[in-house]
Nanobody, 119 residues
Framework: QVQLVESGGGLVQAGGSLRLSCAASGSIFSINNMGWYRQAPGKQRELVAGISRGNRINYADSVKGRFTISRDYTKNTVYLQMNSLKPEDTAVYYC?????????????WGQGTQVTVSS
């Protein structure tokens, strides 16, 4: 059974940094796109950053220049380095990945990790 396990969230002061990790495990044949989403209280879940299997990357405008997404293909892991954090970055961050565990693939979500930025 495929699962995504996130780590690295926490409480940090404005201007600080955090690094999120998301490891995929289970019966995995291949992984295409991986990405990070976030959901703040009372708001819809939004894409923060995505990275394709060919390392094509996109960011939400609100995080460009501050966040960096990367992935380790040998570990089936995606990372999100978050610098210069702002209070408005406070949210639950979710990992998402398009995973093939056989001839067909589907999207999987992690359980979410809380990021809180204090002013």
């Amino acid at each position: 059974q495929v699962q995504l396990v996130e780590s690295g969230g926490g409480l940090v002061q404005a201007g600080g940094s955090l690094r999120l990790s998301c490891a995929a495990s289970g019966s995995i044949f291949s992984i295409n796109n991986m990405g990070w989403y976030r959901q703040a209280p009372g708001k819809q879940r939004e894409l923060v950053a995505g990275i394709s299997r060919g390392n094509r990357i996109n960011y939400a405008d609100s995080v460009k220049g501050r966040f960096t997404i990367s992935r380790d293909y040998t570990k089936n892991t995606v990372y999100l380095q978050m610098n210069s954090l702002k209070p408005e970055d406070t949210a639950v961050y979710y990992c998402n990945a398009d995973i093939f565990d056989g001839p067909r693939g589907r999207g999987y979500w992690g359980q979410g990790t809380q990021v809180t930025v204090s002013s």
